[in-house]
T-cell receptor
Framework: DSGVTQTPKHLITATGQRVTLRCSPR?????VYWYQQSLDQGLQFLIQ???????AKGNILERFSAQQFPDLHSELNLSSLELGDSALYFC?????????????FGPGTRLLVL | GEDVEQSLFLSVREGDSSVINCTYT??????LYWYKQEPGAGLQLLTY?????DMKQDQRLTVLLNKKDKHLSLRIADTQTGDSAIYFC????????????FGQGTTLQVKP
């Protein structure tokens, strides 16, 4: 158990819908990262937040957005869902933002768009 | 650019050693990581190596780093069926953030 929690574990929805994925980082960690794992793209970095502020952006679509709240939990919002958004979405956390800080991953949310 | 390459599949017999290879492109990476993903599960950090090291040993795991060739390997001694999983190597992206760049993952199949 990494200490990072994600809800829900599974999500099934229809095209055009909007969903929210939730992540609680390890106690004491200020950075939260979101990654998408799909069959065709592999594991891709989406976005990073540090202490409530956006720190880095990766291959995140405009239809997707995220935020980190004062209690440090984070939410990833996916809207106008398409079939290709079906994937496993991971959240990770680390203490800060330096490269030597290990990222600990949650169990992921498996999203299926029908 | 930032790219991490791994072979996709490795099959070994129980008790043999497994060697999973990875090449990376960003020579400025300070840390390189190995993660393990079991079926239906999240990513578990296995080990990491700092870029000024050539080798790191952790029980059955040995990580070798060749900085000149930008080559990283993970050796698992006495491979067990419970080691069957997907193994990802990862480096940090060149920008000064925590963005991890992952390889495609190597599926390790351990036959009894």
């Amino acid at each position: 158990d990494s200490g990072v929690t994600q809800t829900p574990k599974h999500l099934i929805t229809a095209t055009g819908q909007r969903v929210t994925l939730r992540c609680s980082p390890r106690s004491g960690d200020l950075s939260v990262y979101w990654y998408q794992q799909s069959l065709d793209q592999g594991l891709q970095f989406l976005i990073q937040y540090y202490n409530g502020e956006e720190r880095a952006k990766g291959n995140i679509l405009e239809r997707f957005s995220a935020q980190q709240f004062p209690d440090l939990h984070s939410e990833l919002n996916l809207s106008s869902l398409e079939l290709g958004d079906s994937a496993l979405y991971f959240c990770a956390s680390s203490v800060g933002t330096r490269q030597q800080e290990t990222q600990y991953f949650g169990p992921g949310t498996r999203l299926l768009v029908l | 650019g930032e790219d991490v390459e791994q072979s996709l599949f490795l099959s070994v017999r129980e008790g043999d050693s497994s060697v999973i290879n990875c090449t990376y492109t960003d020579s400025s990476s300070t840390y390189l990581y190995w993660y393990k993903q079991e079926p239906g599960a999240g990513l578990q950090l296995l080990t990491y190596i700092f870029s000024n090291m050539d080798m790191k040993q952790d029980q059955r795991l040995t990580v070798l780093l060749n900085k000149k060739d930008k080559h990283l390997s993970l050796r698992i001694a006495d491979t067990q069926t419970g080691d069957s999983a997907i193994y990802f190597c990862a480096e940090y992206g060149s920008s000064n953030t925590g963005k991890l760049i992952f390889g495609q993952g190597t599926t390790l199949q351990v036959k009894p």
